[in-house]
């Protein structure tokens, strides 16, 4: 005879655990907890009731994650377009994301994030020929910088001008 499966209270219990143990490690957006409760296996409607009540008792908020993520990429190097794709990705609907990331531009301003990203590259270590600048600013463009800003942040300096 075939044992009973476990009851929905059980399944339920069972998903808010591993949604603990997600929330854990890191904040999530409910579209990412969701997302990663469902690849365990767990019913629609569990993981659904699940994210529902983290929400209500403010255990899980896709503000606190968008907060969160956009600080912690902007650090990172990376533009406000990264960042607000990185975030969409993620669940968080455009006008949350946009922001989201405005906000926390007022941290992280997005001259100093591009040049943080810029550093890595080794532009300013070497020689700046046309082709280091055409790889910089490939760089900073996929790192989503603004294009006039990367036109002003590697514009030629005087000693360049004069060569």
């Known amino acids: 005879m075939a044992r009973p499966g476990p009851g929905p209270e059980k399944t339920a219990e069972a998903a808010r655990e591993t949604a603990y143990r997600l929330l854990k490690r890191r904040e999530h957006s409910r579209a990412e907890l969701a997302t990663k409760l469902l690849l365990r296996g767990y019913e629609e409607d569990v993981v659904t009731r699940v994210v529902r009540e983290l929400t209500a008792r403010r255990e899980l908020s896709d503000e606190r994650f968008a907060e969160f993520r956009a600080k912690a990429r902007l650090a990172r190097g990376y533009g406000p377009s990264a960042v ?14 946009e922001v989201c ?11 100093e994030a591009a ?5 890595r590259t080794g532009w300013g270590r070497g020689e700046r020929t046309p082709e280091a600048r055409r790889r910089a600013h490939a ?4 790192r989503g910088f603004s294009p006039g800003l990367i036109r002003q942040i590697l514009k030629p300096g005087p000693e360049e001008e004069n060569e």
Request: charged letters at 40%; proline letters at 3%; aromatic letters at 0%.
């Open 115 to 119: 040049r943080k990203a810029l550093a």
């Open 84 to 97: 607000v794709a990185d975030l969409r990705a993620r669940g968080i609907g455009r006008e949350a994301a």
């Open 139 to 142: 760089h900073l463009d996929r």
């Open 101 to 111: 990331v405005s906000r926390s531009m007022e941290d992280v301003p997005e001259r």
